[in-house]
Every structure is written in C-alpha cells, then in structure tokens.
C-alpha cells in the first residue's frame, strides 16, 4: 500500500508525501531518496523511528510525527536546515538528544505536547527563529534561562506540568504574545513578566501563587485567566475580558496586604 504511493511521487513533481494511518511500524527506506520532499506527514502510526538517512531530505520544511511511539526525537532533523514545523506531540519521548537542535535555525514551530519529558535542554536558546512553542502534558519541573533568548518567541505553551520555577528573564521575551502555564506548582511569577509589552494572554490558573510581582498592573491584557490560586480564594471573579481587566491593580493591593500578615 506504502511503496505505490512513495512510487507516484518518485514520478511526479509532488513535494508532499502523507503516510498517516497507514498502520506503519517501520518508516520505508525510499522515502529518503524523494529530495524534493518539503512536508513528510506520518501521523497516527506505529513508528519509534526514522530511517538513517532521513537528514537528506534538504528541501524538507514540516515534519508531522504526532500519535506515534517515539522515545527520542528523532536525531535526523538535526540535518534538515529549512525545517520549519516539527509536530512531535502524543508520542512517548523522554529525551531530547545532545545536539539535536543544532541545525534547526528555520524552526519556527515545535510542538511537544503529550510526552514524558522531565527537561528541555538549554541548547532550545540557539533556535532564534522559534515563534511557538509547545510542551505541554509533559513532567518539566523547570525551563532553562535559556529559553529566554528566543527573541521571535511569540506563544508559549507548558500548562499540566509540574513547574515550581519559572526563568527569571522572562522579561526577555519582547514579542511573547501568549503565556500558558496553568496546572503547575508556580508560587510565584517573576518580576520581569511586566517588561513583556507585547503580552496580551496569560493563564496561570490552578497554581500556588501566592503574591503576584509589583508592576504586574503594567501589563495590557486582553485574557486573563488566574482562578484557583491561593491568593484569590475570595469574592474576585476570574477576568477574561479587556474591560474586565481592572482587577490587576486589586492583585497588586493583595499582594500588599498579604506581605502585611506577613509581618505581622
């Protein structure tokens, strides 16, 4: 069923070859010799891996290897220099190799979404083009500081982990639009947060959060979400609106009156 259809596109001009749901438990040889190839879709399969010589595929822009049974990203892409989208997400990976994103300078997207990893690497800093990412469902404890040097870093998405820290230089992150980190064990945000101008989504619900920074209020919110935090088990109502966005300010009071107790 496989082999006739990587023949068409060795005879064609085809620069897309999609293998989803084809039941695969071993990633074909040929696919390698198709160069030409920018998009390799092999979603909802049995695959754990990718043939040795995967890395020539040169011209290759989106890899899709989401619902499989890899433990390793794939060692290959490192290789692949125009590779845009790496979907990774419901696999099994546990390790991203030493390396591995080394060559990766035209990522733009990585999703991660679904996996059992315990750490990101602090080599993710060197992927300056990445404008998502995603690693949520996963067992991170923490991010390196060096996921701050993602300047183009536009989305990030780490909710349902198990974060008790969070990089203090997220302040770094000028474009950041959209911050996901709820379902974790965050006590507190960094103070930086309030230098990310462009932020305009933020959910932090269901953490410990205690106190939130001082100049949090400076941030232009446009959705908000903060319900099930320690420091809000009161009257105030979840905001997710921009007009709605005024209780900011009771956040920074609260935090006030709770350093107060403190010394009392």
Not at 119 to 147: C, V
């Amino acid at each position: 069923m496989v082999t006739p259809i990587i023949g068409r596109i060795l005879n064609s001009r085809s620069t897309t070859l999609d293998l989803s749901q084809k039941h695969l438990r071993i990633c074909p040889d040929l696919i390698c010799q198709l160069r030409k190839l920018e998009k390799v879709i092999l979603t909802n399969n049995e695959l754990n891996e990718l043939p040795d010589d995967f890395g020539n595929l040169k011209q290759l822009q989106l890899l899709d290897i989401a619902g499989n049974e890899f433990q390793i990203l794939p060692v290959q892409i490192q290789h692949l220099p125009n590779l845009k989208k790496v979907l990774a997400y419901r696999n099994k990976i546990k390790n991203l190799p030493p390396g591995i994103f080394g060559g990766l300078k035209s990522l733009t997207v990585l999703n991660l979404n679904k996996n059992e990893l315990h750490r990101i690497p602090a080599e993710i800093g060197g992927l300056i083009n990445l404008k998502y990412f995603s690693a949520e469902h996963n067992h991170l404890t923490g991010l390196p500081e060096e996921l701050c040097q993602l300047q183009q870093l536009e989305v990030l998405h780490v909710g349902y982990n198990s974060l008790v820290t969070f990089p203090e230089n997220l302040g770094s992150l000028q474009n950041l639009n959209e911050l996901y980190i709820h379902r974790n064990h965050l006590e507190e945000l960094p103070k930086s947060i309030s230098k990310c101008i462009q932020l305009t989504v933020l959910d932090v619900a269901s953490n410990n959060l205690n106190i939130f920074p001082v100049e949090f209020d400076k941030l232009h919110l446009k959705r908000f979400h903060y319900e099930c935090n320690p420091l809000l088990q009161s009257d105030l109502n979840p905001s997710y609106r921009d007009e709605d966005i005024f209780p900011l300010k009771e956040l920074v009071v609260r935090f006030f009156m709770n350093e107060m107790k403190r010394q009392d």
